[in-house]
């Protein structure tokens, strides 16, 4: 049974990430695509008795991340020749950088990785166990994470404040003659 | 696993089956009565119109026999996906409602939840998730203005109530000790001295309060112990399902029928369903996290069946609070659903911007501040509720 649901959902995550990377003209589709493969993930990640990582997978990435892909993919409606040409060269470069190094950590893992599975502590997967190593062993990488964030958060709401060239942007605060002048 | 099969049929016949053509009627008659109008009472057949109960029959068959329109331009794949996956999460969720705890009968155990899991309240969090694309497709598939801009609306309606839904349980969570939904409903199968604390400070010399004073208490229910916690929930939970007052992504008046107006068919069914499908799941969620779920106040499964199997036997008075409890629950579910109708034919559409308002600038902070609060009453009243 679970090797039955680990080969659908393989095939699924596999099939969603190639359904990303080729979809090159409908960046709507490639975006839904990876939600596939996000969904697929958090099975694989049940099957492996990770529950919480499994679930938060789905709700964190496929449920709030690429939604906010998508929001901005609508919105913006990017096409190519809108980035100048030497920028996607550069980002192209990285994103192979990136993904050489992953696959190289990735083959290294391999060979060790056959044979009988380890078996699992007590309480694997679930919220208690990780949320006690999180506020715990690795408290310094959680309060990190949240000083990043807070940055991120501090810069959205910078670059949405901006003040409007012309004062009718917000039709809620009405603007007096002697200002607008 | 016959088993499970057992149960998923009940869930889909019983609440899906069974309810969810009843939700609609209560609607219709819900409105009728609100707006001093007799309501749906036309459909009949030979004669016969049951209280306008044969309307659902004939929405049905009007929904199914209309022309399937899918508009120029539209992707035709994720047009005819994006009903499905809006529906398909408010089934999904009815899989871990506890309808009822756990009875044990001779040997086995039958307890009356379908997937009974650890992380049983996330599960609903991440179904719920998945449901905001079947909005943000819906819009974007159907190749119209109108449709695009609603289902902005949704996404970011959905995903902003999101984050504020789950702060607002976090103090439930911690007072409860637990996600998974059985345990929460059964924490609550209890109750609590609302003068404990004169004991436990001292006031009172003994070991118990005097009887009179003893017999002051309350069931140990989530809206008793997160009153806050239980309004912020309620009206995230309700902003999720965007029905009025928090259908600003489908305000006739500024967007037509935003996400959903180019469906027509079965195809607007499934939205239209999906949405009255939310109304009990919702129901069945507050009832188990803050009205108690299955429990009957004051009387917990230990003293129905203590007291019954006197007379009749252990088996009878198990399945004596079998039954008990589920009417218990579905009574609960009811009258949450007449609460989340009494406040559709109530408000006006809340203004796009007051939505979110209310969402980062009102309920955020007070669910914050809510986890704080409840963190300092654990530490301080530990021992006093019993």
Redesign the interface.
């Known amino acids: 049974m679970s090797e039955v649901l680990f080969y659908a959902f393989a095939a699924i995550a596999v099939a969603g990430a190639l359904g990303m990377v080729l979809n090159l003209h409908n960046t709507?589709?490639a975006a839904?695509s990876l939600?596939g493969t996000m969904?697929a993930l958090?099975g694989l990640y049940v099957l492996l008795e990770a529950?919480?990582i499994g679930?938060?997978q789905?709700?964190v990435y496929?449920?709030?991340i690429v939604?906010?892909f998508?929001?901005v993919v609508?919105?913006l409606n990017l096409r190519r020749d809108v980035f100048p040409a030497g920028r996607q060269w550069m980002t192209k470069g990285l994103a192979l950088g990136i993904s050489l190094v992953v696959l190289v950590r990735f083959l290294r893992l391999v060979p060790g990785s056959f044979g009988e599975p380890a078996a699992l502590p007590e309480g694997f997967g679930?919220?208690r166990e990780i949320g006690a190593r999180l506020f715990t062993d690795y408290v310094l990488a959680f309060e990190v994470t949240s000083l990043l964030l807070l940055a991120a958060m501090v810069g959205a709401v910078i670059l949405a404040k901006r003040e409007p060239s012309e004062p009718d942007g917000d039709p809620?605060t009405p603007v007096s003659r002697s200002e607008a002048s | 696993m016959t088993e499970v099969v057992l149960k998923l049929l009940f869930i889909v016949l019983v609440v899906a089956g069974g309810m969810l053509p009843l939700i609609t009627w209560i609607e219709r008659k819900q409105s009728a009565v609100m707006q001093d109008r007799i309501g749906a009472n036309r459909a009949d057949l030979m004669g016969v119109t049951l209280l306008g109960l044969l309307h659902p029959a004939a929405d049905v068959l009007k929904l199914f026999s209309k022309e399937d329109v899918v508009p120029e331009g539209a992707?035709r794949l994720?047009h005819l996906l994006a009903p499905v996956i809006a529906f398909v999460p408010a089934l999904l969720v009815l899989a871990v409602i506890p309808y009822g705890g756990a009875y044990r009968f001779g040997d086995t155990t039958l307890s009356l939840v379908v997937a009974d899991?650890?992380?049983g309240m996330?599960?609903v969090?991440?179904a719920?998730?998945?449901a905001?694309?079947g909005a943000?497709?819906a819009g974007?598939a159907s190749n119209s203005n109108w449709g695009?801009l609603g289902?902005?609306r949704a996404?970011?309606q959905m995903?902003s109530y999101?984050v504020t839904m789950g702060l607002s349980l976090v103090g439930m969570f911690m007072v409860a000790g637990s996600?998974r939904l059985p345990e929460i409903a059964a924490f609550q199968d209890q109750s609590f001295r609302l003068l404990g604390f004169l004991l436990h400070m001292g006031f009172v010399e003994g070991e118990t309060l005097p009887f009179h004073l003893d017999l002051l208490r309350l069931p140990m229910w989530g809206i008793f112990l997160q009153p806050l916690g239980f309004l912020l929930f309620l009206t995230c939970i309700m902003a999720e399902n965007k029905r009025p007052p928090f259908d600003a992504p489908e305000g006739e008046s500024e967007l037509i029928a935003g996400y959903h107006m180019e469906y027509s068919g079965m195809r607007f069914g499934l939205f239209y369903t999906a949405e009255f499908l939310e109304v009990p799941v919702i129901g069945a969620i507050v009832a188990t996290l803050f009205l108690g779920g299955w429990a009957i106040p004051f009387l917990s499964q230990e003293t129905i069946i203590a007291f019954v199997a006197g007379g009749f036997g252990e088996g009878f008075a198990t399945g004596l609070c079998l039954v008990l409890h589920v009417l218990c629950f579905l009574t609960k579910v009811a009258i949450l659903i007449w609460l989340q109708m009494a406040l559709r034919w109530t408000l006006p559409r809340f203004r796009y911007?007051q939505v979110m308002d209310l969402c980062w600038k009102m309920i955020l902070p007070l669910s914050i501040l809510n986890v704080f609060v409840t963190g300092a009453g654990i530490l301080l009243v530990e021992g006093v509720i019993s």
């Open positions: 709507v589709a839904l939600v969904v958090g529950y919480l679930v938060l789905i709700l496929a449920g709030a939604v906010v998508l929001f609508m919105l679930g919220y809620r | 992707n994720l899991v650890d992380w996330l599960f969090f991440a719920g998730s998945i905001t694309y943000v497709i974007w695009l289902s902005m996404s970011a995903i999101e996600l911007d």
